[in-house]
């Protein structure tokens, strides 16, 4: 049974650019959730995707956006990247929104 | 807006011991979730013991327990028997319930780095 796979496990970009990150979540889940760990902290919440729409969002700006496919997997891209987005990006999933399940993560690097 | 504390950035302990890793949150709703996530340098989020608010009893998975104080509004982790696999980042996450209309992500302290003394 495959937990959360995300790809890629490392990228780098240039600032201004654009990224798109991929998360497959645990067989049988059906919410996915994105969130942005920073050097040295917690992660934090971006949002969350159930039945292709987002559901939930945290404190962040509109330059981040996802997506949610018929099979469950997701998408999150950032437009205009800062350097202050370098971070590790984690995807969980889960079906009750409950036991979350988390993935590797990707870690960007924006220079 | 809710907010989880972990006042220890560094917990030292010898293996075999026990050590007490601390977490306080505030909260204004009455239905919530608690957990404590672990996350070795694998980077992976391994979800190690959660507690719903409405239970007054602690929670416990093998070494691990929690002291829960709703009222104080802590959540403390203690594991027992330490040993050299539980070296990592250990982070304290709080989640609204769905009766109080609760947002779905988690909030996480900044956790504690966890070190086994051999």
């Known amino acids: 049974d495959a937990g959360v796979t995300q790809s890629p496990t490392h990228l780098i970009k240039t600032r201004g650019q654009q990224v798109t990150l991929r998360c497959s979540p645990k067989?049988?889940?059906?919410?996915v959730s994105w969130y942005q760990q920073a050097l040295g902290q917690g992660p934090q919440f971006i949002f969350q995707?159930?039945?292709?729409?987002?559901?939930q969002r945290g404190n962040f700006p509109d330059r981040f956006s996802g997506h949610q496919f018929p099979n469950y997997s997701s998408e999150l891209n950032v437009n205009a990247l800062l350097l202050g987005d370098s971070a590790l990006y984690l995807c969980?999933?889960?079906?009750?929104?409950?036991?979350?399940?988390f993935g590797s993560g990707t870690r960007l690097t924006v220079v | 807006a809710q907010t989880v504390t972990q006042s220890q950035p560094e917990m030292s302990v010898q293996e075999a011991e026990t050590v007490t890793l601390s977490c306080t949150y505030d909260?204004?709703?009455?239905?919530?979730?608690l957990f404590w996530y672990k996350q070795p340098p694998s980077r992976q989020m391994i979800l190690v013991i959660r507690?719903?608010?409405?239970?007054?009893q602690n929670a416990t998975e093998n070494r691990f327990s929690v002291n829960f104080q709703k009222a104080a509004k802590s959540f403390s982790l203690k594991i027992s028997d330490s040993q050299l696999g539980d070296a990592a980042m250990y982070f304290c996450?709080?989640?609204?319930?769905?009766?109080?209309?609760?947002?779905?992500?988690?909030?996480f302290g900044k956790g504690t780095h966890l070190i086994i003394q051999p």
């Open positions: 995707y159930y039945e292709e729409e987002e559901r």
């Open positions: 909260t204004s709703e009455s239905d919530y979730y």
């Open positions: 996450a709080y989640r609204g319930g769905y009766s109080g209309g609760g947002a779905d992500g988690l909030t």
């Open positions: 067989s049988g889940h059906d919410t």
């Open positions: 969980a999933s889960s079906l009750t929104g409950v036991g979350y399940t």
């Open positions: 507690q719903e608010a409405y239970k007054q």
